[in-house]
């Protein structure tokens, strides 16, 4: 098992349960993506919503590129995981009558997101799967460990070459499950942790393992605009209770921009922020209209802001959109199986086909949940374990020197966001993979992060300039409007989808 977020975790607590387990993650089990979560969980659980709702909520988001199939399984499936991760001990939001206190969030037709914490779900989502984990006596786990490479022997993954501590550490397993998370630190801005790099793209990618829709990265509207990496969230949530978005001059933009304002979905509203931004100097989220009552409803965003200066319930909070999920990644059957037998994947390295060209809010941590208990199943009906059985000696690159590497790492993020970011062109993009050309003969042995966040850049830049059109995340100012031609087709990586 490579990662610890919501579909590393749960994979690993479920399949313990008939086989033995062993967990790789790059530092700890709390290190991951889904620990950041703040708006939560949508699954329909609420009196007068239906996963039918919900599938039309998902695909009208996903602008004509989901997989019905796939989005079927998520909306069916999705309430029993949350209540099955509730009896395992999650505590979420209830109301007085003991039933979920469901929040509402930008192209949700009815409130369906489940909250933990007022927006510390994530956390709690991961303090659960953790506790499951560390109790299970059949999983192992093993921390700062970069994986390096598969093991492939005729034809089929055999394990992993990883570096754990510096020490070369090969594992042989029935099977293998990727589950590193996504690549926001492909960009300057982004929410995604530290350890985002794109890990899981570049290793899958290098072994021929078939990838799809890299084009479509998700932008996250409203994050907190201070100088930081990763920058703060400010949930969707927030937008849902009322607060509004103001550009520099302190006009409310969004509801001349979209029937739904500043619930339009994401791709819209992150690129209408980014326009304000260039045309007036800034934009702020204004929720000064829910007072006192934000600190108690938002207790951890209330609490970010004031560590930088910010009283959200008097002032207006300062937001830029930053890079926040991957709707691609590599190509799976709705049990997991990859273009490589032997090679699982779930969660947001995995391209289901369930989010399309645009994730719908909060249905993240659900595909997590819902697709992690399939590869579970599958891996228990296989009878196949995650688990090591031998090791032999290999050579391990050392680690190049620190401040070469963030040079490099720092040179990447910035060719991407200027140029394979919100607002894409030809040239932008033929520039982009140019520099990133230039920038892969600098790296040395030892920048394996580096060399991974490199490859999963020129496959998000390369599939950009393939996409001769605007759909979802994905936006072409040369190219603006989606196209016919384009509504079903996907741009592939390493074989055949």
């Known amino acids: 098992m490579l990662g610890s977020g919501v579909a590393g975790l749960h994979t690993a607590w479920r399949a313990s349960t008939h086989g033995d387990v062993l967990v790789l993650t790059k530092r700890t089990l709390f290190d991951s993506a889904t620990a950041y979560a703040q708006g939560g969980i949508a699954a329909a659980l609420g009196a007068g919503d239906s996963p039918e709702l919900h599938r039309k909520d998902t695909l009208a988001a996903g602008a004509a590129l989901c997989d019905n ?96 501590l510096g020490q070369p550490v090969e594992i042989r397993a029935d099977a293998t499950v990727l589950a590193t998370g996504g690549c ?50 400010v949930s969707e949530a927030v937008r849902g209770e ?74 207006p909070i300062p937001v830029t959109p930053a890079a926040h999920y991957m709707m691609g990644g590599i190509v799976t059957d709705l049990s997991g199986h990859t273009s490589l037998p032997g090679l699982f994947a779930c969660g947001e390295v995995a391209c289901t086909g369930v989010h399309g060209a645009n994730r719908l809010a909060s249905n993240s941590l659900l595909e997590g949940l819902v697709f992690a ?44 966001w200027d140029y394979a970011a919100i607002d894409r062109n030809s040239r932008g993009l033929r520039a982009c993979l140019h520099g990133l050309d230039l920038l892969e003969s600098r790296l040395t042995e030892g920048m394996t992060e580096e060399r991974n966040l490199l490859d999963t850049a020129r496959l998000i830049a390369s599939a950009a300039l393939a996409r001769k059109e605007s759909r979802g995340g994905h936006y072409r100012s040369d190219f603006p409007k989606a196209k016919g031609e384009w509504r079903s087709k996907r741009i592939h990586f390493g074989g055949k989808g």
């Open 184 to 233: 926001g630190q492909v960009y300057r801005y982004t929410t995604n942790p530290v350890v985002a790099t794109g890990d899981g793209y570049a290793i899958a990618h290098r072994a021929g393992v078939t990838l799809a829709d890299m084009e479509f990265v998700q932008f996250h509207p409203t994050a907190l605009d201070t100088p930081e990496n990763p920058l703060a969230l």
């Open 373 to 416: 208990e399939r590869v579970a199943r599958e891996l228990s009906s296989a009878k196949q374990h995650v688990a090591p059985r031998r090791a032999r000696a290999f050579d391990v690159p050392p680690l190049a020197d620190r401040g070469a590497a963030q040079v490099a790492a720092d040179a990447i993020r910035a060719l991407m």
């Open 69 to 164: 199939e796939a989005v079927e399984v998520l909306v069916e499936e999705g309430p029993a995981r949350v209540r099955e991760l509730q009896l395992a001990g999650a505590a979420f939001d209830l109301g007085v009558d003991g039933k979920f206190k469901l929040g509402k969030e930008a192209a949700h037709s009815r409130r369906r997101i489940v909250h933990a914490h007022g927006d510390r779900t994530g956390a709690e989502v991961a303090r659960t799967l953790v506790d499951r984990v560390r109790r299970s006596r059949r999983t192992s786990v093993l921390e700062n460990a970069r994986v390096l490479e598969f093991i492939v022997e005729r034809g089929r993954c055999a394990g992993v070459r990883a570096s754990v």
């Open 242 to 315: 009322g607060a509004v978005l103001r550009n520099a001059k302190g006009e409310r933009f969004m509801v001349k921009k979209h029937k739904l304002a500043e619930l339009a979905p994401r791709d819209v509203v992150a690129r209408e922020i980014f326009r304000e931004q260039k045309r007036t100097g800034g934009v702020t989220l204004d929720a000064t209209s829910l007072g006192k009552g934000f600190a108690k409803r938002f207790p951890g965003i209330f609490a970010l802001c004031q560590a930088r200066g910010i009283d959200p319930s008097v002032q």
